[in-house]
């Protein structure tokens, strides 16, 4: 009865942690997937908040520029104000030397060269006059083509204010859908490898070296590699024909438009190696995990969706020193991600 107590709890703990772990690690890969989003949207956010930065800085100077025009203005409008006074003074000195010429005209002749001065005189104040009217005539154009040139500078500072608020709208909108895009993915990726790890179950049933822990497809080392070696052994061949094959109808079944791939990651225990062509863990557990990307790829798998890494010793199962801990931390472990 002792022993009967001992199996039901031991059939009941490991599953217990092994739902706990597996929830772990969904909660984990939700964070990263959150991050990965938030990350693309800063960077969207940030490439609009450049643009805007250009708005604005076209905004300040057609500001510039209108209080540049706007001045010259008040200029030409003094300037107007002027010749206006000092024509308005020679038409009266004008007058007043015709109503002098009026009076002389009467006079006897002895007055004829004063007249003649005076005449003169006057002509010479009628071309003055001309000219300063001539001049104002030009200010007024001038007047006229500056007003108009205010009138577009204000026309299209109010262009880039409409343009401004308007990209501020659609930043807005495209976080908004850039959040539905990225969850709609993750619910798609998700999916897929859900089913992906159910045939791996099924196909792999039975097998106490190979194994699904959360998001990863587990092999030990020892089905696939001999001790101290980056070749893959014949005796983890069928199975890796099995995963080559599984993967080759996920590919079918995942739309083009989802980034996926699967990692490929080697891992070693801690005994260190130092050997002409594995000088430290770091080299033995890279080249294992590019043989067996080399493999799938032999058997029909896209290379571009098949990524391999190295951890050696660094991230064990079992920080331990036994031999059951140094087994479990040599092996291969697929993930599929994005």
């Known amino acids: 009865m002792a022993r009967a107590r001992r199996q039901a709890r031991q059939d009941y703990w490991p599953g217990f942690v092994d739902a706990m772990a597996s929830l772990l690690l969904v909660i984990i890969f939700l964070l990263s997937v959150f991050m990965l989003a938030q990350f693309f949207l800063s960077q969207e956010i940030l490439g609009k908040d450049s643009a805007l930065t250009r708005l604005n800085t076209q905004i300040a100077e057609l500001t510039e520029l209108l209080q540049l025009e706007r001045a010259n203005s008040v200029d030409l409008e003094t300037t107007i104000a002027s010749l206006s006074a000092t024509l308005a003074g020679v038409e009266g000195e004008r007058d007043s030397l015709t109503a002098q010429l009026s009076g002389l005209g009467a006079g006897a002749t002895e007055k004829d060269g004063q007249i003649a001065e005076l005449s003169s005189e006057l002509a010479s104040e009628r071309e003055i006059s001309a000219e300063a009217a001539a001049q104002v005539a030009l200010l007024n154009q001038q007047m006229s083509a500056l007003r108009s040139q205010i009138a577009a500078l ?74 101290g070696d980056a070749e893959i052994a014949g005796a983890g061949l069928e199975d890796l024909d099995a995963l080559a094959d599984a993967i080759k109808q996920l590919e079918t079944q995942i739309p083009p438009d989802i980034p996926w791939v699967l990692q490929i990651e ?73």
Not at 171 to 196: K, P
Not at 278 to 306: C, H, M
């Open 266 to 338: 080697g891992h070693t225990d801690k005994r260190p190696i130092n050997t002409p062509r594995f000088p430290s863990n770091w080299e033995l557990s890279a080249s294992r995990a590019i043989s067996v990307a080399k493999y799938l790829v032999d058997q029909g798998i896209s290379p571009t969706r098949l990524v391999a890494a190295g951890f050696g010793e660094f991230q064990p199962i079992d920080p331990g020193d036994t031999d059951e801990a140094y087994r479990l931390n040599r092996r291969i472990e697929f993930k599929l991600t994005d």
């Open 154 to 227: 204000e026309a299209a500072l109010d262009a880039s204010e409409l343009r401004d608020s308007e990209s501020r709208t659609r930043i807005a909108d495209l976080g908004r859908r850039l959040n539905l895009a990225l969850a709609q993915r993750v619910q798609d990726l998700s999916r897929y490898r859900s089913d992906f790890f159910g045939q791996l179950r099924e196909i792999l049933a039975g097998r106490d070296d190979i194994r699904i822990e959360g998001d990863r497809f587990v092999f030990q080392s020892e089905v696939l590699f001999s001790a």
